[in-house]
């Protein structure tokens, strides 16, 4: 299948224009042209501009998984502060700050998270402030550009406001001389709704359901509103009953596309095609951030192998760091209380045993590793070498999510579970193996439901807010859920504050903009 790969080649203003790639070359736009003397007046003249504008922005969302010092990735910062997580390599003193719950606005992981998220949205903004201009141009090239960009911007204002509440809200490209050029925080329910806005706009951009080339869906853009208006619905905005309904109702829109379309978008039938390069952009995978050798490779598969210290190897990429692994306890959670929970299977989502440099001997490796994001091509299996390159997409969106999205959100909009509902949780728990469920009370299904996004979604940056929306905590001792604040998280023996519904912003950041005071509360100044 032919594949479009997004990768930088020149540089506009405040970000960059890309080149589009395939499994077979890259295009390169303007290569007459000095890119050093290139600004918005002179570059915007052609409707190729405009797809290398959006572009931009798409290679910009690897912010997620880029390197944060030794032995870490911007990755790992949502997972080590949920208490499902671990490292056994300790080698890094931001992730270990993260994992024992004492990190502050000095860590680096948070300062890359709010550079990187940045660069998304004045990538974005370059492009809709631009992309107008360009004269001539198809208008349907011109609508589907600007509802890729109001897509990424959502998307990167998404993660700000869950981060850090309050955000400054920028919606225009800048210089030096701008009046916004500092910008003050702006309240998150303002935030929130223009990230409403932005989806709404990318919603009606006439995308396709689904986009086998890596750019945005129609059917990716409708879960991300579903999963706004169910974040809006709880902490910290509160919205409730309304914003339940408006969930279910967005992301019913999806289910019912899928459902006349199965061919289109559902679920993969075994767990091993979740992390399958031939799956990347496919059937499940409703949006990803997008890897390709010779443009990006994949950068988290060293975090997931074992540290190199074990004896062998497992890999014909070479060794392993280790510095991203389950907690033994939540790993023991899937079957500790359903025996048949095909999740901790070998080779499912996680492992606990490989081979001899990818592909020899099997090889114990005396703990359990993540594997969800294991990408077999690169490293090998029983017999087949590895490549030693890593194509595989991260995640960003799944199907899986959208149907539990309907579910918890159709439940509390309504009061009661009705039978899509069911049908949507029972899909995630018959391929878990699990048996299905009814006849449950509001409440208990609404617990069941939380159960599997917890463990369908683990180490997927996921869970992360769902603790912070629901102000609530899974417990792996009795099966049911702690009060957010007062949670001890088994990976460091830390209970979580108040404070910790929000990162603290990045120090540097501050510092260079006096009018992002105040710091959030429990950070300091």
């Not at 042209?33 to 190729?48: G, K």
């Not at 706009?201 to 986009?211: C, K, M, Q, V």
């Not at 459902?259 to 799956?279: K, M, R």
């Not at 404070?499 to 005071?517: A, D, I, Q, R, Y």
Request: glycine content about 8%; charged content about 20%.
């Amino acid at each position: 299948m032919k594949r479009k790969i997004f990768n930088k080649s020149l540089l506009l203003v405040l970000t960059g224009a890309l080149m589009l790639g395939t499994g077979t070359g890259c295009k390169k736009f303007l290569e007459e042209q000095d890119p050093s003397n290139l600004s918005p007046d002179s570059y915007f003249t052609l409707p190729e501009h405009a797809d290398a504008a959006v572009f931009a922005a798409y290679a910009r969302t690897r912010i997620i998984a880029e390197g944060a010092g030794i032995f870490s990735n911007n990755f790992q910062m949502l997972d080590a502060v949920t208490g499902t997580a671990n490292t056994g390599t300790a080698q890094n003193s931001d992730l270990n700050n993260l994992l024992g719950l004492v990190y502050n606005g000095e860590n680096l992981h948070v300062q890359q998270w709010w550079r990187g998220l940045y660069r998304v949205i004045a990538q974005c903004n370059l492009t809709l402030d631009n992309v107008p201009k360009i004269n001539p141009m198809d208008e349907a090239q011109r609508k589907r550009v600007m509802g890729e960009a109001s897509f990424l911007r959502a998307w990167a204002y998404f993660y700000a406001v869950r981060l850090w509440g309050d955000v400054p809200l920028v919606l225009n490209s800048q210089t030096a001389s701008s009046p916004d050029f500092a910008p003050s925080r702006t309240k998150a329910e303002e935030v929130y709704n223009q990230i409403v806005k932005d989806l709404q706009t990318a919603e009606a951009a006439g995308l396709p359901w689904i986009d086998p080339t890596g750019r945005v869906s129609t059917a990716a853009i409708k879960t991300e509103l579903a999963k706004v208006y169910l974040t809006m619905a709880g902490n910290p905005l509160g919205k409730g009953a309304t914003h339940y309904k408006l969930a279910a109702d967005k992301a019913k829109e999806v289910v019912d596309y899928a459902n006349a379309h199965p061919a289109e978008i559902g679920l993969f039938p075994t767990y091993n095609l979740l992390h399958a390069v031939a799956s990347n952009n496919k059937l499940e995978h409703l949006f990803e951030v997008q890897y390709l050798s010779g443009v990006e490779e994949n950068p988290l598969q060293s975090i997931m192998l074992p540290n190199n210290s074990l004896s062998k190897n497992i890999s014909a990429d070479g060794s392993g760091v280790g510095s991203s692994m389950p907690t033994r306890s939540f790993y023991d959670s899937y079957k500790k209380f359903e025996p048949k929970d095909k999740r901790t299977d070998e080779q499912q989502f996680f492992f606990t045993t490989y081979y001899v440099d990818g592909s020899g001997a099997d090889f114990p490796l005396g703990a359990p590793y993540i594997f969800k994001h294991f990408d077999v091509v690169c490293h090998g299996t029983k017999g087949v070498a590895g490549t030693g390159i890593s194509n595989l997409n991260l995640p960003q969106i799944r199907y899986a999510e959208t149907l539990l999205i309907y579910a918890e959100a159709q439940n509390k909009a309504d009061g009661a579970p009705n039978a899509q509902a069911y049908t949507a949780l029972n899909a995630i728990r018959g391929r878990a193996g699990l048996d299905a469920l009814s006849g449950l009370s509001s409440e208990v299904f609404e617990q069941a439901v939380w159960r599997e996004r917890w463990h369908e979604f683990a180490y997927e940056g996921i869970i992360w807010f769902d603790m912070v929306r629901l102000k609530k905590v899974y417990n792996e001792d009795n099966n049911g859920f702690d009060e957010f604040e007062g949670h001890v998280n088994k990976n460091s023996g830390q209970a979580l504050q108040k404070k910790h519904l929000l990162f603290p912003l990045p120090t540097s950041e501050m510092k260079n903009n006096l009018n992002l005071k105040p710091q959030n509360d429990g950070y300091g100044n």
